[in-house]
């Protein structure tokens, strides 16, 4: 049986958790669909695919949720060993992910692998 993924709220350097503050705005019934879809990609790791997760470009992903008619992607990474990191979030309005937020993704990535060791992230867990 393979090992869940560690799974990381990204933090920035503001303190500010962009996924986590989205999740906690939602519905009970849609914070409730999230919260497990995002389980269950800490169980797949990169073995979830479409139409649930889908590799963007650079190694930034998207987690496809599907919220009371609203597209929701969730943006995220994969570092170290057994560790992924959500990154952004927001509603997809158009048929393409906006290239700003692949850019927001990849920035935060940028920050994240800066301020935190492999070490760092494991003391944490």
């Not at 999740?23 to 800490?42: F, N, P, V």
């Not at 009371?68 to 990474?77: C, D, E, K, S």
């Not at 060993?81 to 920035?107: G, Y």
Request: hydrophobic share 35%; net charge positive.
């Amino acid at each position: 049986m393979n090992e869940k993924w560690h799974i990381l709220y990204y933090v920035d350097q503001n303190g500010a958790k962009p996924v986590e503050g989205y999740i906690k705005k939602l519905s009970t019934s849609e914070r409730a669909k999230t919260l497990a879809l995002i389980d269950h990609l800490g169980e797949k790791g990169p073995n979830l695919h479409r139409p649930y997760a889908d590799l963007l470009e650079d190694g930034i992903h998207e987690l496809r949720i599907k919220l009371t008619g609203t597209q929701v992607r969730i943006l995220y990474f994969f570092c170290y060993q057994n560790i992924m990191v959500l990154t952004n979030v927001f509603d997809k309005h158009i048929d393409k992910v906006p290239k700003s937020e692949i850019k927001l993704a990849k920035k935060s990535r940028a920050d994240f692998l800066e301020r935190y060791s492999e070490q760092d992230i494991r003391g944490l867990l």
